[in-house]
């Protein structure tokens, strides 16, 4: 009998090192389909998705922001609340040189530089979540506890709806 084979990323040694038990949710990766493209994959609600995004506040000082995969993170909102004058994203080859993943890929575990994270309080009253596993078109599935313990986040509340039109 074949077992299947997974990723063995940074992001994976990570979560077995802390004893995370998680599962394994591999899919055809889109450029730019975001997490509706993995969510609709994997048949789940794209609300559970977790996308992880590199930002950096006035100071260029990066950080990492957790947000459900329906949602926008309100910027001036984070702001305030992490007690800075503005935040923006990361450009792609700047996130790539602070997560040490590709954009697209990008898993709040393991990255290269240690840097402060901000998950969205509501994640943590998810049943389950699905978050990126370090590479494109791999998530990981896990219970929100589990990430919390990880990766001790700052919860606040900065997710506006995201803009459909």
């Keep these: 009998m074949s077992r299947e084979r997974f990723p063995a990323t940074q992001a994976i040694r990570v979560l077995r090192e802390r004893g995370v038990v998680f599962t394994h949710h591999p899919y055809a990766y889109e450029a730019?389909?975001?997490t509706a493209t993995s969510a609709r994959a994997l048949g789940v609600d794209e609300h559970a998705?977790?996308?992880?995004?590199?930002?950096?506040?006035?100071?260029?000082h990066p950080l990492i922001v957790l947000m459900h995969g329906d949602c926008e993170v309100a910027i001036g909102v984070l702001a305030r609340?992490?007690?800075?004058?503005?935040?923006?994203?990361?450009?792609p080859a700047a996130a790539d040189r602070h997560s040490g993943y590709q954009?697209?890929?990008?898993?709040?575990?393991?990255?290269?530089?240690?840097?402060?994270v901000y998950a969205e309080r509501?994640?943590?009253d998810l049943p389950y979540l699905y978050?990126?596993?370090?590479r494109r078109g791999y998530l990981v599935g896990m219970m929100p506890a589990d990430l919390l313990r990880v990766l001790r986040p700052t919860l606040v509340s900065a997710a506006a709806p995201r803009d459909t039109r």
């Design 81 to 91: 609340a992490i007690g800075a004058r503005s935040v923006r994203p990361c450009d």
């Design 131 to 134: 978050v990126n596993g370090g």
């Design 49 to 60: 998705v977790v996308k992880t995004l590199i930002m950096e506040d006035d100071a260029k």
């Design 103 to 116: 954009v697209g890929g990008t898993s709040p575990f393991g990255t290269r530089h240690p840097m402060p």
């Design 32 to 34: 730019r389909g975001g």
């Design 122 to 124: 509501t994640i943590a």
